[in-house]
């Protein structure tokens, strides 16, 4: 299952990536450890749901395991990580999450989903782009990880949320999305 985004990112973004590695390592770990954050998140406000509740704890310990594995390659290359700092990407689509119990839970699954099909459609442009390597297989595997939890917040949203209610919405969430990212300034960064 397979979440058909709008648009592809640009070269202009994967040339940024590629010039300043070091600091898009900075940001992915960022990244893997702010995605195991929201998973547990997501368990912790839906303990009625013991199929999310268990998914979450998993993709948690997931990404966890990305943020050690991305850590490592920055110590290796004796980097400093940099405090948190607020992804514009992920915060527009957050600003699209609606109120009322029912449609905040389906955004919340939905987003999560395209965020991560995202993340696979650029990590898998970034293992392409390496030379053949320990990094481009790194890039290869985080790639297949991104499209399981993909997959996996859209299979959640299929489960708990009424059918009817998801294409449509998918569909609208994945309109704005190209369009924030399409707005975003090419930058050494995930997002």
Known sequence: MTIP???????????????DFNTFLLDHAANEKKASGVA???????????????????????ELSHYRDVFKLIRERHLSPLPD???????????????????????RLLIAAIIEARGLERFTKIAIA???????????????????HATLFLTLAEQYCASEAISPRLETLLTHEAQILTDLPHRAMLH
Not at 8 to 17: K, P, R, T
Not at 85 to 105: A, H, M, P, T, W
């Open 5 to 19: 985004l709008k648009c592809d990112s640009s070269e202009a973004w994967l040339q940024a990536v590629l010039a």
């Open 85 to 107: 700092q607020k992804d514009v990407y992920v915060n527009q689509l957050r600003s699209l999450i609606r109120k009322g119990s029912e449609n905040y839970f389906l955004d």
């Open 130 to 148: 390496l030379p053949n390597g320990p990094l481009k297989g790194f890039y290869q595997a985080i790639a297949h990880s991104e499209a399981r």
């Open 40 to 62: 547990l998140n997501l368990a912790a406000h839906y303990p009625d749901k013991p199929d999310l509740v268990t998914a979450m704890i998993d993709l948690a310990i997931e």
